[in-house]
Every structure is written in structure tokens, then in C-alpha cells.
């Protein structure tokens, strides 16, 4: 079944809460644009533990909580919509388009993303009074090595900032844990949290999983989240 447009609400990815330490510059100049888009591309990539969706997500819950229009399209579940979900698109004021390399060697994906890099272009036109939009675009490696079919896709997805997210370290990973988890109301000491980072998946958004997990557990039982109930709770 194809569903016309990807569903994304607004969830617990905010920039405020997105580790910021390794892309201090990419943070500045997405800011810079929020308000006046004078780049309107935005090209980034990284390993699967970099904080790419993270960022992306935030971005797009950004833009929706500041009552404007935005949308979120995971393209590794691509296979639920058409390309027909970027028409018009164009009228946005961002557009956050994550894992690009699921659909790169897709005629039609790289079709319709070709046409909205053209769409976006004419809105920055030396005499254009109208919407401008942001388009943010990660992949999980740079543009060059991308298996895109489409040349003029390949050399556009290069027409604006290109960044790397570095993969976040141990260390990183469990100051995000610790800080999501105070969001939630929880303090995760550090014992519990190198004990997360030592016997789970080293995937942050794994990681974010299982301290959902801890976090119901937690409410329901009122405990704390000390090593025997984490233990207990996981089964570990």
C-alpha cells in the first residue's frame, strides 16, 4: 500500500536537545536561514550513529512549532509513497528529505528531487518576492559516491552546503542518553548509562528505544532507574 504523504509529527527531536559539539558551523548557517533563506540547500552526511535524522527531525519540529509549514520524509520507507509526495513541495518552508541513498538509482525519485532542486532555485530569482524554501537533503555518504543515475541530480545535490556529521563517540552518546533523560523527568547516572552503551546496540536511535522503555517502566513502577531495574526491565 502507497500512502500519498509520509506521516511526521512533532516528536521528541528538538535542536536543543541535538548534540551540537561536532557541527557548530552547520548549526550556525541553518539558523542563519531559518528567517531569511538565502541558502536554500543544505547537503549532509554521515555514518548511521552521526545524528543525521536527529537533526533533520529537529528541523523540520522547528519550523512546525513556529506555526510554519515544514514536512519530514524518511526515504528508507520510501516504499510506502510515491515520489508524487514531493509535488508542490516547492511551497513549503522547509523540506527535510533523510537517507537519500535509499532511493538513489530510482528513475522516479531522482526525477521528481531533480524538479524540486529546479523549483527551489526559481524561488531565488535577483527579483523573487515570494516563499523561499529550505531544503535539507543527508545521505549517508557525500555526494560523489552517491549511486545517483540522474547527472544534473548528482552536480545540484552539490549547488549548496555540503557538511559531515562525524559519528558521536561513547562518551557523546551517553551525555545525549543522560540529557534525554532528564527531559523525561529520569536521571540516568553514569553507572547506567555506560551499562546501556556496554550491553545494547551502540545505535543511538536504539539507545533512545530502550530509554523509552526504562521511561514507561519507570512512570509505572515508580523506581528509579537504578542497574537492577534497568537489568530487570531489559532483560539483561
Known amino acids: 500500500m502507497q500512502l500519498t504523504l509520509p506521516i511526521h509529527q512533532i516528536d521528541d527531536e528538538t535542536l536543543d536537545n541535538f548534540y551540537a559539539e561536532n557541527s557548530l558551523l552547520l548549526l550556525d548557517s541553518l539558523r542563519q536561514n531559518f528567517d531569511n533563506v538565502q541558502q536554500p540547500f543544505f547537503y549532509i552526511w554521515g555514518g548511521k550513529s552521526s545524528g543525521k535524522s536527529h537533526l533533520l527531525k529537529a528541523v523540520s519540529n522547528h519550523y512546525l512549532m513556529n506555526q510554519l509549514s ?8 520510501s516504499h510506502y509513497f510515491a515520489p508524487t509526495v514531493l509535488d508542490n513541495a516547492e511551497q513549503l518552508d522547509v523540506i527535510c528529505l533523510d537517507d537519500l541513498q535509499a532511493v538513489a538509482g530510482d528513475e522516479e525519485w531522482e526525477l521528481a528531487i531533480f524538479d524540486l532542486f529546479n523549483q527551489i532555485r526559481e524561488q531565488q530569482g535577483l527579483f523573487s518576492q515570494g516563499k523561499k524554501t529550505l531544503l ?3 545521505a549517508d555518504c557525500p555526494p560523489s559516491q552517491l549511486a545517483i543515475k540522474l547527472p544534473d541530480l548528482r552536480s545540484r545535490l552539490t549547488w549548496g552546503e555540503v557538511y559531515q556529521l562525524n559519528d558521536l563517540n561513547d562518551d557523546q552518546k551517553r551525555i ?12 540516568l547516572s553514569d ?7 556496554k550491553r545494547l546496540d551502540r545505535d543511538l ?7 523509552d522503555i526504562l521511561d514507561h517502566a519507570s512512570l509505572q513502577a515508580q523506581r528509579k532507574l537504578t542497574l537492577p531495574f534497568v537489568k530487570e526491565i531489559l532483560g539483561l
Open 191 to 197: 553507572e547506567v548509562a555506560s551499562f546501556l552503551l
Open 136 to 138: 535539507l537533503i543527508s
Open 70 to 77: 515544514a514536512t519530514y520524509i524518511p526515504l528508507d520507507k
Open 176 to 187: 545525549i542518553l543522560q540529557r534525554n533523560a532528564l527531559n523525561k523527568g529520569l536521571e
Open 205 to 211: 536511535q536504539a539507545l533512545m528505544t530502550q530509554l
